[in-house]
């Protein structure tokens, strides 16, 4: 299998405003092939905020956002339609992203003729983990990857990270929950704390 195309990701000086809050304040990054940041921090603090910027969803209250290369976001809300089974709801973004691949990896196979809108919280996040796969984007954005997830569902997502990291992808993702992977940078959001 092919590794995603070469990314880059950098941020210089970003600042975040929420309202009349200012979230957080001069922070620069610079990730290259490879890099994993595990972005930390309490409730409220910009987290979230901080990968909707970088994947070009949010625009910086300040500063400058320089990303080559396809982002991948997996959140809360999966991009699903909740009407349709499961395999459908996947196979139509498969064909818009122009994916091979299938969703064996994720455990997936038994649910596919199951309407989305019946599907646990962890049985969504595999589901959108498989799309994400299969979307080849060399920089993979993770809010809350381990949510729902049992153990099971927790090894298939480090194993899908490790796995993007070695094929030469970025990663960045936002957890409260420890993240089961060796050698990660680690941001600590309080640290730019407007």
Do not use: Y
Not at 40 to 53: P, V, W
Not at 105 to 134: C, E, H, M, N
């Amino acid at each position: 299998m092919q590794g995603p195309p070469q990314a880059s990701l950098a941020a210089t000086d970003i600042a975040c405003r929420r309202g009349d809050r200012l979230l957080f304040r001069g922070l620069s990054m610079s990730l290259a092939p490879g890099d994993v940041v595990h972005v930390t921090g309490t409730n409220g603090i910009g987290k979230s905020s901080l990968l909707r910027i970088l994947g070009g969803l949010l625009r910086p209250f300040a500063g400058e956002i320089r990303r080559e290369g396809a982002v991948g976001l997996v959140d809360e809300r999966p991009a699903l339609d909740e009407h349709l089974p499961l395999g459908q709801a996947l196979g139509f973004w498969h064909r818009i992203d122009g994916a091979t691949e299938r969703f064996g990896a994720w455990a997936l196979d038994p649910l596919l003729d199951v309407p989305v809108r019946f599907l646990s919280t962890g049985q969504r996040k595999r589901a959108a983990f498989a799309r994400l796969a299969a979307q080849a984007a060399p920089i993979w954005l993770l809010d809350e990857p381990l949510n729902g997830l049992d153990t099971n569902g927790v090894a298939l997502v480090a194993s899908a990270v490790a796995q993007h990291r070695a094929s030469g992808g970025i990663c960045l993702l936002a957890s409260h929950q420890p993240f089961p992977l060796d050698g990660m940078q680690v941001l600590a959001l309080a640290e730019f704390a407007g």
